[in-house]
């Protein structure tokens, strides 16, 4: 059967690991997008983010051999990603971070304009988009994690858990207090 026809991510990480190069391909086609938005969004800083999302695909390439389906793909992937985002905080003068001020939020290079034709929904959609990121940037790491990890790869509460070593509860409640948090300062935007 062609790679291609296979729909199922463990199905072609099997096939990847057992010498099919093309499922590769596929797989990395798939999640691509979302792994490289986790990262900029977890550490904020294009060269970096680039820089962790190709150790992310290099580690995946180097224990592809010992590769084995306990979990989701994207649950196993996402694992990989925020292991090494942990590496990365360990080695900064930092450590790990309990949570992000705002001035270290995503740079807003181009924010796509609203559909409509009237320039003050185009503001007014541009200014919710930063609202959005600034709150995002002020959630602690692991909130954030959990929220991104939920919003980038559709992750459930068990596969969150999985892929950052926490129990079920402890991730719904990170999950809980972001989207809280997110809420409370997207409504007081409002205000």
């Known amino acids: 059967m062609p790679a291609d026809s296979i729909t199922c991510d463990e199905e072609l990480m099997e096939r990847y690991r057992d010498g099919d190069a093309g499922a590769f391909d596929i797989l990395y086609g798939r999640h691509k997008g979302g792994v490289y938005r986790f990262m900029l969004r977890q550490c904020s800083d294009r060269g970096i983010a680039e820089e962790l999302f190709q150790d992310v695909w290099m580690n995946l390439i180097r224990t592809r051999t010992t590769y ?30 309990v949570s992000f001020d705002a001035e270290d939020g995503p740079v807003l290079d181009n924010i796509p304009a609203a559909r409509g034709d009237d320039p003050a929904v185009s503001v007014e959609v541009k200014q919710q988009a930063v609202r959005l990121l600034q709150l995002l940037g002020e959630l602690p790491e692991a909130q954030r994690e959990a929220f991104l990890l939920q919003q980038e790869s559709d992750m459930s509460i068990e596969d969150i858990a999985q892929a950052t070593g926490v129990n079920r509860e402890t991730a719904k409640s990170r999950l809980r ?10 409504q007081e935007a409002d205000k």
């Open 68 to 97: 084995k389906v306990t979990a989701k793909f994207t649950t196993w992937l996402y694992r990989l990603a925020h292991n090494r985002l942990i590496d990365h905080y360990r080695t900064r003068a930092g450590g790990v971070p």
């Open 177 to 186: 207090y972001a989207l809280a948090r997110l809420r409370a300062g997207m």
